[in-house]
C-alpha cells in the first residue's frame, strides 16, 4: 500500500561523540520544536577520522538516550566506519564500503559487537543503517541472525520485503514535496549549512503532521514482496540519483 498522501521520515546520520555538537544542537531544536521522532544512525565504534568534529562530548550518549525515550528510534550506523572496501552493494551509490564485500563471519561479528556497544550506552538499536549505503547478501543474513531483521535504504515508495529484510525505504537528502509514498530524508547534521536547517525549518512549518515515526510505519504498513513494476520504478530512482551524482562530480570536482 502506498501512502497517501506523502509521509516522511527524518534520519541524521553519522552521529557519535566526536560529532559537531553545535550543528546538531540546532537540529535537535526542530525535533523537539515540532514532535519529531527521526532515526538517528548511531555509530558504536568510530574509527573514521572523517567523524572527528570536536574532542568526545561526555553528553553525547544521555543526548541519545532523551532522544530515545522522547520516541526516536536508534539506528546502528555500521561498527567503526571505516568504509576502507570495495565489496559492492546491493544499493551500488558508492564505491568504498565498510561491510560489503566482508567475509560472512565478519559481518555478523561486526553487527553483533556494534548492538552490544550500543546497549551499553543504554540504548536499544533496531534498525540497521549502513554507511555510505554498503551492504550486501551476507549483511542481509548477519542482520537476520543478529535479530535486526530490518534496514533504512532502498528506493522504493513503500516499505518492503527483501531476503526476510524489512526495507525502510531512503531515498532524499534534502526535503522534497512528495504526493504519495514514504519517504526518508537522510542529514548529515555535521556538514550542514545554515541553509539546510532553515530548509528543514520551512519544510517541517508546512509539513510536519505528515511526519512519521518508525513504529507506525511498521504498524500501519504492512510489508510485502515488491511487485514486477515496483521493482522497475525503484530501480529507475536509482539510476536516476547515481547520474545526478555523477554529475555533479563532474561540475564540482573539488
Known amino acids: 500500500m502506498i501512502p497517501r498522501p506523502a509521509q516522511y521520515l527524518l534520519r541524521f546520520d553519522d552521529l557519535c561523540p566526536t560529532y559537531a555538537r553545535d550543528r546538531w544542537q540546532q537540529y535537535a531544536a526542530l525535533i523537539g520544536e515540532f514532535g519529531i521522532r527521526p532515526i538517528l544512525a548511531v555509530v558504536p565504534e568510530n574509527r573514521d577520522p572523517a567523524l572527528e568534529f570536536a574532542a568526545p562530548d561526555p553528553d553525547f550518549w544521555p543526548a541519545m538516550r532523551t532522544l530515545e525515550a522522547a520516541g526516536a528510534t536508534i539506528g546502528l550506523h555500521g561498527y567503526r566506519h571505516a568504509c576502507t572496501n570495495r565489496g559492492r552493494s546491493l544499493v551500488p551509490l558508492h564505491r568504498e564500503s565498510e561491510f560489503a564485500g566482508i567475509p560472512e563471519p565478519m559481518q555478523r561479528q561486526w553487527i553483533r559487537e556494534g548492538i552490544v556497544s550500543l546497549r551499553s550506552h543504554g540504548l536499544d538499536p533496531t534498525i540497521w543503517v549502513a554507511p555510505r549505503h554498503g551492504f550486501d547478501r551476507a549483511t542481509l543474513r ?11 535504504d532502498g528506493f522504493a515508495r513503500r516499505p518492503y520485503l527483501d531476503e526476510r529484510v524489512l526495507w525502510i525505504p531512503q531515498q532524499l537528502w534534502a526535503p522534497a514535496e512528495k504526493r504519495d509514498g514514504l519517504w526518508t530524508i537522510c542529514l548529515h547534521a555535521n556538514t550542514a549549512a545554515d541553509a539546510q536547517i532553515v530548509q528543514l525549518r520551512d519544510f517541517l512549518d508546512r509539513y510536519a503532521a505528515q511526519f512519521t515515526c518508525l513504529q507506525r ?14 521493482r522497475l520504478a525503484a530501480a529507475g530512482r ?14 564540482n570536482p573539488g
Not at 142 to 151: I, K, S, T, Y
Not at 217 to 230: F, G, I, W, Y
Open 238 to 251: 536509482l539510476l536516476r540519483t547515481r547520474a545526478r551524482r555523477a554529475a555533479k562530480k563532474i561540475l
Open 142 to 152: 548477519a542482520l537476520r541472525d543478529e535479530g535486526m531483521a530490518v534496514l533504512s
Open 217 to 230: 510505519v511498521v504498524e500501519e504498513n504492512p510489508a510485502t514482496v515488491l511487485s514486477a513494476a515496483e
